[in-house]
């Protein structure tokens, strides 16, 4: 996981007489919600966010594509804001950010086949010439980092790996600041992507988790696209045991996003006009109201949350 910003911006000082308290973005799914927080922060001066907040969404890195479970999310951003609060980071996070790095500077660009030859090589590299685990602790982040792309170049040709990189990945880490800046965690209820068994109720484990950190969580059920759904007053007119089940109405989509096809023509996961639908942000809010906001019955019950993340974002400067 990493900040959505170049290493450049993460190293870069800012001089001011304002303190800015960071609200970093962590996301399930990594289209939909990106897409709508992106314009509350282009519009945020229409939706009255504090000028005093930053918005920066946390995004997977290279070995974390794909994941969806949100207890895997939960603990690889604890574990990433350890290494960042020690400055020791294990072999795989290594590799995470010499990938960010070479997508930055499109030593890789959108070549998948590429991307993960180059991911392979260096997980051997550390397998067979480092004599490491990726779970392993790199003990001298530069000299691992120098050694790895020195293997790297005698089979690939990395114009733009440049000297400096271990540099650049040693100020890879987050930059939050405990206490004083907010994680924000935005999860779907979807049943799919908790496990529940004998030996524990992930979705427990998740609220029990983010209080004991001091992380804000927020959660949508059935899915986000709900939160999308609260726009529009015609949610009230939807069916209710569908909104909550969801199921599947035709190969590709479930109940919930259908229904907000309907009512918002050309909407899809990875594209739609989202600046339109937080024009609407205060009927989201109102609405999200006659539905279920606690969060430990957000487990059963249709509802949100994310209203309450908006109206904290615009109260920041109190």
């Given at each position: 996981?990493?900040e959505?910003r170049?290493f450049a ?11 800015l308290?960071?609200y970093?973005l ?8 990106a ?14 966010i ?5 918005l ?5 890195s ?7 479970n ?11 804001l350890?290494?960042?609060?020690t ?5 795989e996070t ?7 790095y ?18 392979n090589?260096m ?13 392993s602790?790199?003990?001298d ?14 089979e ?7 000297s ?7 100020e890879?880490g987050?930059?939050?600041?405990e206490?004083f800046?907010?994680?924000?965690f ?5 049943r799919?992507s908790?496990v ?13 988790k983010?209080?004991?950190?001091g992380f804000?969580l927020?959660v949508?059920?059935p899915?986000?696209e709900?939160w ?5 007053d ?6 209710m ?7 599947k ?11 907000l096809?309907?009512l918002w ?5 990875s594209?739609?006009k989202?600046k339109?639908?937080v ?5 989201a809010?109102?609405n999200?109201?006659?539905?279920c ?11 949100s ?5 908006i109206?904290?974002?615009?109260g920041?400067?109190?």
């Amino acid at each position: 996981m990493r900040e959505r910003r170049t290493f450049a911006e993460r190293t870069q000082v800012f001089t001011s007489d304002k303190t800015l308290k960071k609200y970093f973005l962590v996301y399930e799914g990594s289209e939909t919600e990106a897409i709508y927080f992106d314009a509350i922060s282009s519009m945020r001066e229409d939706v009255g966010i504090s000028p005093l907040i930053e918005l920066i969404p946390i995004i997977r890195s290279y070995s974390e594509n794909g994941w969806s479970n949100p207890k895997k999310i939960l603990d690889r951003i604890i574990e990433n804001l350890e290494e960042s609060r020690t400055n020791q980071i294990s072999y795989e996070t290594l590799l995470n950010r010499i990938m960010d790095y070479f997508y930055e500077t499109k030593v890789i660009t959108t070549s998948k086949v590429q991307a993960r030859s180059i991911w392979n090589t260096m997980c051997r590299i550390c397998e067979e010439k480092c004599l490491k685990k990726l779970t392993s602790y790199v003990e001298d982040i530069e000299k691992s980092c120098n050694f790895i792309l020195k293997v790297l170049q005698e089979e690939y040709e990395l114009q733009h790996a440049i000297s400096e990189i271990s540099n650049i990945i040693k100020e890879g880490g987050f930059t939050y600041a405990e206490g004083f800046d907010k994680i924000c965690f935005i999860i779907d209820r979807d049943r799919e992507s908790f496990v529940s068994s004998p030996k524990g109720n992930q979705y427990k484990y998740v609220i029990d988790k983010c209080e004991e950190m001091g992380f804000e969580l927020y959660v949508t059920n059935p899915c986000f696209e709900f939160w999308l759904l609260l726009h529009f007053d015609e949610v009230f007119e939807l069916d209710m045991n569908k909104l909550l089940e969801n199921p599947k109405v035709t190969a590709k989509r479930r109940y919930v996003e259908q229904e907000l096809r309907k009512l918002w023509s050309g909407y899809q996961k990875s594209s739609y006009k989202a600046k339109e639908l937080v024009k609407n942000i205060d009927k989201a809010i109102n609405n999200e109201k006659k539905f279920c906001e606690d969060i430990v019955k957000l487990e059963n019950f249709i509802g949100s949350n994310i209203g309450k993340l908006i109206m904290n974002m615009r109260g920041s400067s109190n």
